[in-house]
């Protein structure tokens, strides 16, 4: 268990939780002092939580024992976690095994074939530390040929920093939905390999990139975002409107990443032209 990442966990969850959010016997009544931090008070989690004060004071602390699974159970509650974020606290708490690369299985042969016979809709297979494992051809040609890629560059992460907006860019007001959901895909792999030096170094090159994953990664938004705006700008396609849908293989932790257009859009026209290129 990382006990400091599992306090700063908690503690952001609790200040983000308002007390407008919950049932009016779960607060403490009108006359307390007025609140002078953001989000609930400590001893109200714990109240929430059926946990004393002084426990859940230490889990803040990074000095509490590990918690048991049904009072982890009981905090998820308490703060109203997402599923996501109920599975980063088991995660982070150390209730779930962490494994490891030679643990991977490879990519399911039904899963490559799927990704062939999507024909023009460009698609990739990433796992939680977003190297992308399999690709078709349409991705190739929509976003770069993965195939020349060292294993290294091969990674969602790595491209947007070499690209730098060159190909790709949000929509006016979704500036920052990519490098928050990169984060809260970190967040989870890291959980999973606190020893990944490569993930390590991922982090910090994309912190020092991104302001807003640098605030998603401090703030533990574990939340994901299934869909993405976003703005291609082809050398021979031209100005492209998509979006990037993001699916969950059950029972795996990979994902599909699939870019599609509204129906009848020069964006979908310009999608179906995709592999006459000779690529």
Known sequence: MSRAELADFLRRRREALHPDQLAAT??????????????????????????SNSYYERLEQARAPH????????????????AAERDYLARVAGQTPRGTDADRPPVPADIRQFLDRLGPI???????????????????????????????????????????????????????????????????????GPADRFLGELVNEFAAHS???????????VRPIPTLRKHLRHPELGDLDLDCQTLLLPGTDLRLVMYTAQPGSSSAAALARLGTHGA
């Open 26 to 51: 779960a607060v403490h009544p009108p006359g307390r002092r007025a609140r002078r931090t953001p989000g609930l008070r400590r001893e109200e989690v714990a109240a929430l939580a059926g946990v």
């Open 67 to 82: 918690p048991s699974p049904q009072v982890l159970a009981a905090l998820a509650g308490a703060l109203q976690l997402t």
């Open 122 to 192: 460009p698609a990739y297979l990433a796992d939680e530390r977003l190297d992308i494992l399999a690709w078709n051809s349409a991705a190739a040609e929509l976003i770069t040929d993965f195939g020349l890629l060292s294993g290294e560059e091969r990674n969602v992460v790595r491209l947007a920093i070499r690209l730098n907006g060159t190909l790709c860019s949000a929509p006016a007001g979704g500036d920052d939905e990519f490098a928050r959901q990169s984060a809260a895909q970190l967040r989870a792999a890291a959980v999973h």
């Open 211 to 221: 302001a807003a994953f640098a605030a998603g990664w401090r703030d533990h938004d």
